[in-house]
């Protein structure tokens, strides 16, 4: 009798994480964008990618940071329309929905680097928002990675 407890025991709560997931948020994926701004910041300058809706469609732009008479603007470098649910897929696959409350501190010994400032509206108000300095979260240089494929991919067309 101890062992048939101990089974159905060790049975329900293994169903009870099949079906509620170990962590919440991991199971929880983005179902729609309303806004996102991504700003890095490093020794070379400062890149801010923003989305916008356009005529239905989402549009990926990027930004660079300059000082000019005595104030900083931004100065479209780059933009893509992309398909709006290649760009939740791509958020999906990088698990952006996870960083929400990511907050990398600067590791110890580590001189310079980039520090990033990501914020994201989703799912009908949902806010995620992340930052750190030379500390990312998980799926964090794929997604930049695929940013910039995205611009250079819509330039070279």
């Known amino acids: 009798m101890k062992k048939f407890i101990t089974m159905m025991t060790i049975m329900l709560f293994t169903t009870l994480i099949g079906l509620c997931g170990c962590a919440g948020d991991y199971r929880k994926t983005v179902t729609s964008i ?46 893509a329309t ?7 897929e791509l958020m999906n696959n990088c698990g952006v929905i996870r960083w929400d409350g990511f907050h990398g ?18 799912n009908g108000g949902q806010t995620i928002y992340a930052d750190g300095s030379a500390n990312y979260p998980k799926g964090y ?17």
Do not use: W
């Open 141 to 157: 240089n794929e997604f930049v990675r695929e940013l910039n494929k995205m611009l250079a991919e819509y330039k070279e067309n």
């Open 34 to 79: 309303e806004a996102m701004t991504l700003t890095l910041q490093g020794m070379r300058g400062t890149s801010v990618y923003e989305i916008a809706e356009v005529d239905g469609k989402t549009e990926l732009r990027r930004f660079r940071k300059v000082y000019s008479k005595g104030e900083d603007i931004l100065e479209l470098e780059a933009s």
């Open 105 to 122: 501190e600067h590791p110890k010994n580590v001189m310079d680097g980039i520090m990033f400032d990501f914020t994201a509206t989703v």
């Open 82 to 88: 992309c398909d709006t649910k290649d760009f939740i």
